[in-house]
């Protein structure tokens, strides 16, 4: 389907103000469009000469005064219904564009920067509510001012009439050559955008990099060569916007113009028929008002074609296969779970787990362990159902989650993550994430159990304390709590805890480590470490490298195994492999 229609069947989900719009639209239009004639026939009938006729002038001229003040009442209220029909048809596309954002799955954001899909919801959007807001507006009142003006040349001249009927398929011919062109260019500049966008966002995040490592020059520059490839586009499409606006519907209004009064006086000169004065007058005023409103459709080609341009991006994000939000609710899980001959690649063809089988039984702690890239986080990934695994099958309490939806499996379970990421708001919403369901007690006690007020217990509000985006103004430690304190306040039966403890310092590890102790009990918990020394209670080890379990047991046991296990654990001890 094209972007037009589907811009066309939003519109009409809205269209009662639009059709009400259109409506005195009209009626406007009639009433402006009688003025010309009320004009004519006081030239032709009252003011003829040796003879003026006072009163009957009077009269039409307060017929005329008084359809041009209706005209005026009518195009504000026109105007009022269309922008507030075009604001609800945007309002709803933002909103199901955001919707649908939350449906996609990890793997496309993960392939896309967050300034491009902002860029999307923002600026795009905008640019359709540019559409509907001016170019739409503009369009349809034209077009029916048109559609009047050329009636009324019909009723004073038919033959006239037909010469200025040649605008119309000039016009059209001229917007699908200008559109052949403009397409291209504002495809790139939106794109361009796109890339601006995307480059703040990530410099922003990255500022302290950027400036710890001295590349600000750097930064600029690459920012510089963007910005100068959007202004080259866009100095493309003011070229073509000069060359076909305001100057070439002039050129046409004057020959035009010329063409009438050729015919006009060819005509009083070769036939005995003379041509009125007000006549004459009628008509050079159905011309101005003919050319205004195609002047107005001119000027909004350029608005037009970035709006279109802008709508086939935003569509292509809702056309992304996404999943609906299941409310399904499931019992909480006993915490058992299996992975059968999981298989998975990110990439086509490029595995990054192998073959992984392994069983957690309930309530207990196993921990994963290897290199960088050695396939810990995919793992964690697919029991999320981030992801799917290209083979294999994973069981939690012996059902097969991908017969579930995602929401539904991740009902019971519980994440933390080694960059815990906060909203802005407070410390107690960032715990709860305004879930009516965890009241304020359940986020002390979660607060409690994590020792977590230790940390916490110099802010002057408490949980009530200001957060902002991303919790820039806390602590790594303060931070890491809070994520803690939002898994367990959830109550899950499966707590993931990927990398929890490597970003905070020694006494904030001891009191999440003393905490975890007592939290374990009765739930199955999954733990993501380089800190080999704070999985030695473990129930299990899996020792990963290059997607498969090279070595599996407790630490005792690994230990005793003398592998890859041992090794690590030496190295970190900071003792040589096969010393004492």
Same mark, same amino acid.
């Given at each position: 389907?094209?972007?037009?229609?589907?811009?066309?069947?939003?519109?009409?989900?809205?269209?009662?103000?639009?059709?009400?719009?259109?409506?005195?639209?009209?009626?406007?239009?009639?009433?402006?469009? !009688?003025?010309?004639?009320?004009?004519?026939?006081?030239?032709?009938? &009252?003011?003829?000469?040796?003879?003026?006729? *006072?009163?009957?002038?009077?009269?039409? /001229?307060?017929?005329?005064?008084?359809?041009?003040?209706?005209?005026?009442?009518?195009?504000?209220?026109?105007?009022?219904?269309?922008?507030?029909?075009?604001?609800?048809?945007?309002? $709803?596309?933002?909103?199901?564009?955001?919707?649908?954002? %939350? $449906?996609?799955?990890?793997?496309?954001?993960?392939? #896309?920067?967050?300034?491009?899909?902002?860029?999307?919801?923002?600026?795009?959007?905008?640019?359709?509510?540019?559409?509907?807001?001016?170019?739409?507006?503009?369009?349809?009142?034209?077009?029916?001012?048109?559609?009047?003006?050329? *009636?009324?040349?019909?009723? /004073?001249?038919?033959?006239?009439?037909?010469?200025?009927?040649?605008?119309?398929?000039?016009?059209?011919?001229?917007?699908?050559?200008?559109?052949?062109?403009?397409?291209?260019?504002?495809?790139?500049?939106?794109?361009?955008?796109?890339?601006?966008?995307?480059?703040?966002?990530?410099?922003?995040?990255?500022?302290?990099?950027? %400036?710890?490592?001295?590349?600000?020059?750097?930064?600029?520059?690459?920012?510089?060569?963007?910005?100068?490839?959007?202004?080259?586009?866009?100095?493309?499409?003011?070229?073509?916007?000069?060359?076909?606006?305001?100057?070439?519907?002039?050129?046409?209004?004057?020959?035009?113009?010329?063409?009438?009064?050729?015919?006009?006086?060819?005509?009083?000169?070769?036939?005995?028929?003379?041509?009125?004065?007000?006549?004459?007058?009628?008509?050079?005023?159905?011309?101005?008002?003919?050319?205004?409103?195609?002047?107005?459709?001119?000027?909004?080609?350029? %608005?037009?074609?970035?709006?279109?341009?802008?709508?086939?991006?935003?569509?292509?994000?809702?056309?992304?296969?996404?999943?609906?939000?299941?409310?399904?609710?499931?019992?909480?899980?006993?915490?058992?779970?299996?992975?059968?001959?999981?298989?998975?690649?990110?990439?086509?063809?490029?595995?990054?787990?192998?073959?992984?089988?392994?069983?957690?039984?309930?309530?207990?702690?196993?921990?994963?362990?290897?290199?960088?890239?050695?396939?810990?986080?995919?793992?964690?990934?697919? #029991?999320?159902?981030?992801?799917?695994?290209?083979?294999?099958?994973?069981?939690?309490?012996?059902?097969?989650?991908?017969?579930?939806?995602?929401?539904?499996?991740?009902? &019971?379970?519980?994440?933390?993550?080694?960059?815990?990421?906060?909203?802005?708001?407070?410390? !107690?919403?960032?715990?709860?994430?305004?879930?009516?369901?965890?009241?304020?007690?359940?986020?002390?006690?979660?607060?409690? !159990?994590?020792?977590?007020?230790?940390?916490?217990?110099?802010?002057?509000?408490?949980?009530?304390?200001?957060?902002?985006?991303?919790?820039?103004? #806390?602590?790594?430690?303060?931070?890491?709590?809070?994520?803690?304190?939002?898994?367990?306040?959830?109550?899950?039966?499966?707590?993931?805890?990927?990398?929890?403890?490597?970003?905070?310092?020694?006494?904030?590890?001891?009191?999440?480590? &003393? !905490?975890?102790?007592?939290?374990?009990?009765?739930?199955?918990?999954?733990?993501?470490?380089?800190?080999?020394?704070?999985?030695?209670?473990?129930? %299990?080890?899996?020792? /990963?490298?290059?997607?498969?379990?090279?070595?599996?047991?407790?630490?005792?046991?690994?230990?005793?195994?003398?592998?890859?296990?041992?090794?690590?654990?030496? #190295?970190?001890?900071?003792?040589?492999?096969?010393?004492?």
């Amino acid at each position: 389907m094209s972007t037009s229609r589907r811009l066309f069947i939003y519109a009409m989900k809205f269209k009662r103000p639009i059709i009400m719009g259109l409506i005195l639209l009209t009626i406007a239009v009639a009433t402006d469009l !009688a003025g010309p004639f009320i004009a004519k026939y006081i030239i032709d009938t &009252h003011m003829t000469p040796g003879f003026l006729d *006072v009163e009957p002038i009077v009269i039409l /001229l307060a017929i005329f005064l008084f359809l041009e003040i209706l005209t005026a009442v009518l195009r504000y209220f026109m105007y009022i219904y269309l922008q507030i029909g075009a604001n609800r048809v945007v309002q $709803k596309l933002r909103q199901d564009v955001f919707g649908h954002i %939350q $449906k996609l799955p990890i793997q496309y954001f993960d392939s #896309l920067p967050a300034g491009k899909i902002v860029a999307r919801v923002t600026n795009d959007t905008e640019a359709i509510r540019n559409l509907y807001v001016q170019v739409l507006s503009q369009f349809v009142t034209s077009f029916i001012s048109i559609f009047g003006v050329y *009636v009324a040349l019909f009723i /004073l001249n038919w033959q006239m009439a037909l010469i200025a009927l040649v605008i119309v398929p000039v016009i059209y011919l001229w917007m699908i050559g200008y559109r052949k062109f403009a397409s291209k260019y504002n495809q790139v500049i939106r794109a361009k955008i796109a890339d601006i966008n995307g480059m703040i966002n990530e410099s922003i995040h990255g500022m302290n990099i950027i %400036q710890a490592f001295k590349r600000e020059d750097q930064m600029k520059k690459e920012f510089a060569s963007l910005n100068d490839e959007h202004f080259e586009y866009q100095r493309k499409l003011l070229f073509l916007d000069s060359g076909t606006s305001y100057n070439l519907v002039s050129v046409l209004r004057l020959l035009i113009l010329t063409v009438f009064i050729f015919y006009f006086g060819t005509q009083s000169m070769n036939t005995a028929e003379i041509v009125t004065a007000g006549t004459l007058y009628a008509f050079v005023d159905y011309t101005t008002r003919l050319f205004n409103p195609i002047v107005s459709i001119v000027s909004q080609f350029s %608005q037009l074609e970035r709006s279109l341009v802008a709508g086939t991006r935003v569509f292509e994000l809702l056309d992304q296969s996404g999943e609906e939000v299941s409310e399904k609710s499931i019992p909480r899980y006993e915490g058992n779970v299996v992975f059968e001959n999981v298989s998975f690649a990110y990439q086509k063809d490029e595995y990054v787990l192998k073959n992984i089988s392994f069983e957690a039984k309930k309530g207990e702690t196993i921990a994963l362990v290897g290199h960088t890239g050695s396939g810990k986080s995919s793992i964690m990934n697919l #029991l999320f159902r981030f992801y799917d695994p290209q083979n294999g099958k994973i069981y939690i309490d012996g059902i097969d989650v991908s017969t579930l939806p995602r929401q539904t499996i991740r009902e &019971h379970m519980g994440i933390v993550l080694q960059d815990p990421y906060l909203f802005s708001g407070t410390i !107690a919403s960032n715990i709860s994430l305004d879930d009516p369901r965890i009241t304020r007690e359940t986020i002390e006690k979660a607060l409690i !159990a994590v020792g977590g007020e230790r940390v916490l217990k110099n802010l002057e509000e408490g949980i009530d304390e200001p957060v902002i985006e991303k919790g820039s103004t #806390l602590s790594s430690g303060q931070r890491q709590l809070i994520s803690f304190a939002r898994a367990l306040a959830f109550n899950p039966s499966i707590l993931i805890l990927d990398e929890a403890t490597s970003n905070i310092d020694t006494e904030t590890e001891e009191v999440i480590q &003393h !905490a975890m102790d007592v939290l374990k009990q009765g739930r199955t918990t999954f733990i993501i470490a380089h800190r080999l020394s704070t999985i030695k209670n473990a129930d %299990q080890i899996l020792v /990963l490298d290059r997607g498969e379990i090279v070595e599996q047991g407790t630490h005792d046991e690994l230990i005793a195994l003398g592998g890859r296990y041992e090794t690590m654990y030496q #190295l970190q001890s900071g003792k040589m492999p096969g010393t004492t």
